[in-house]
């Protein structure tokens, strides 16, 4: 599986968001700064996110975004749901547009990709965003 950019940018800004936004909401601009991603860019994703429920924004002087739930309850298969679609890495080729399979009941391979998806989305449904950001904050930290 190979991710976009829209995935790999959408992660680094919310966890930037989740490091910076405890007390107050985090700039598009400041976001852009410190992860190296045009505000245009930024504003398309926090407009997808936003609509899932994952930031919320405020307008004004102080406005800005903070994310929309705890981070502890936002895994990264929410965020890569929304940023990507579907997480298949593997689609039987043998599926027609209507959902059905000739073959199906001959196949093995298709528990393969079966075993190959679910692998995948059990290892993003339970890496959840606060760990994200509690790994970042320590090697922040050790940084200097």
Do not use: F
């Not at 994703?45 to 981070?71: C, D, E, I, N, Q």
């Not at 080729?93 to 692998?119: F, L």
């Amino acid at each position: 599986m190979k991710l976009s950019t829209r995935a790999r940018y959408g992660l680094k800004a919310l966890i930037d968001l989740g490091l910076h936004s405890e007390n107050e909401t985090v700039s598009l601009q400041s976001i852009a700064e410190r992860q190296d991603i045009s505000v245009s860019y930024l504003e398309q994703l926090m407009a997808m996110l936003k609509k899932a429920g994952l930031v919320t924004s405020s307008r004004g002087a102080y406005g800005g975004y903070r994310l929309g739930r705890p981070a502890e309850e936002i895994s990264v298969g929410d965020i890569l749901r929304v940023l990507e679609g579907g997480l298949e890495a593997a689609v039987c080729p043998g599926i027609e547009n209507d959902g059905t399979c000739h073959g199906s009941d001959v196949c093995v391979a298709k528990n393969v990709w079966k075993r190959i998806n679910d692998s995948i989305t059990n290892a993003v449904d339970t890496l959840m965003l606060g760990e994200l950001i509690e790994e970042s904050r320590i090697a922040h930290e050790k940084k200097g």
